[in-house]
């Protein structure tokens, strides 16, 4: 439907909109981009919204096609509002998370969180924690199940609770949003007690591997058959990212003998003035 009337501007395309609308609110779901990004970089975001309205475009193209409405203002109409809509939604999202830094670090829109450790990485859990208050993530107390709570500052020693034999009825009554578990692999047994102690609550609950010891190359959690893994070591070359490299490296070898042509022929040209070969 194009609308040429008073007051409308020519190329306005209401069918159109609402395909993009259609498409826009699908993919966002598929690429989960509804979701709570706190805590997570800005970075991260961004690259989820524009995958999933980079796919929404192309997606927009031949249902166009099969409208009939694809001719060149549309084209031109679909250009100018890819681009800023998709500037829009960086814009929006940064200064988004710049307003809800500065609420957080006033102390409203938090979440409060107890910790239970178990040695040094669970210490540094806890001073990393601590130092995110801007992520609206409030460290309430921790368990400690090794008693090195004295080797951290007194700040954070401050704050350590009891034993996690309390824990399920201090986050039934302490009005705790999350519980994070940051105990070593060996602790299987106490992580399966501590989350079947804690079966009444709703609070969230996170498992924060010990991970950070091993020296890791492009680490990710995927999920395999079914199966949540984490992916320790793993090359970033495979489907689409392989596919992208190659086409990437092929038109930069192009672009470089066309650069580097006319001189590859000049030089040629003099030597073989300069010399009559054999």
Same mark, same amino acid.
């Given at each position: ?21 259609? !498409? ?19 970075? %991260? ?21 099969? #409208?009939?409405? %694809? ?8 250009? $100018? ?12 999202? /940064? ?8 609420? @957080? ?18 210490? &540094?859990?806890?001073? @990393?924690? @601590? ?14 199940? &090794?008693?090195? /709570? %004295?080797?951290?500052?007194? /700040?954070?020693? /401050? ?46 609950? @996170? ?9 890791? !190359? ?6 395999? %058959? ?7 070591? &793993?090359?970033p070359m495979s489907g689409t990212n392989? !596919? ?13 003998? $066309? ?14 003035? #300069?010399?009559?070969?054999?």
């Open positions: 439907l194009q609308f040429d009337g008073p007051g409308v501007m020519p190329g306005d395309y209401l069918r159109t909109g609402l395909f993009a609308l259609l !498409l826009g609110g699908v993919c966002f779901d598929r690429w989960v981009v509804y979701r709570s990004w706190r805590g997570v970089p800005l970075r %991260a975001e961004l690259e989820a919204v524009l995958g999933a309205w980079l796919l929404a475009l192309l997606l927009l193209v031949p249902v166009l096609q099969l #409208s009939g409405d %694809a001719d060149e203002a549309t084209h031109r109409w679909l250009l $100018l509002w890819a681009l800023l809509s998709l500037s829009a939604l960086a814009v929006g999202r /940064a200064l988004l998370r710049a307003v809800l830094r500065h609420v @957080r670090l006033g102390g409203r829109d938090v979440q409060r969180i107890v910790v239970v450790v178990d040695g040094e990485f669970g210490l &540094s859990v806890l001073e @990393r924690l @601590r130092a995110a208050r801007w992520a609206g993530l409030e460290l309430v107390g921790y368990f400690d199940e &090794s008693g090195e /709570a %004295a080797n951290v500052e007194p /700040a954070i020693a /401050a704050r350590c609770l009891s034993a996690t034999t309390g824990l399920a009825d201090y986050v039934m009554n302490g009005h705790v949003d999350q519980v994070w578990i940051a105990l070593p692999f060996r602790a299987e047994a106490r992580v399966r007690s501590i989350i079947h102690s804690l079966r009444y609550s709703t609070a969230d609950i @996170r498992l924060v591997p010990d991970i950070f010891g091993f020296r890791l !190359l492009n680490h990710s959690l995927g999920e395999v %058959a079914k199966l949540p893994v984490i992916n320790l070591s &793993s090359t392989r !596919l992208i490299k190659a086409l990437e490296d092929r038109m930069l070898a192009i672009v470089c003998l $066309l650069l580097a042509g006319p001189l590859l022929l000049a030089l040629a040209f003099g030597v073989r003035l #300069s010399s009559p070969g054999p």
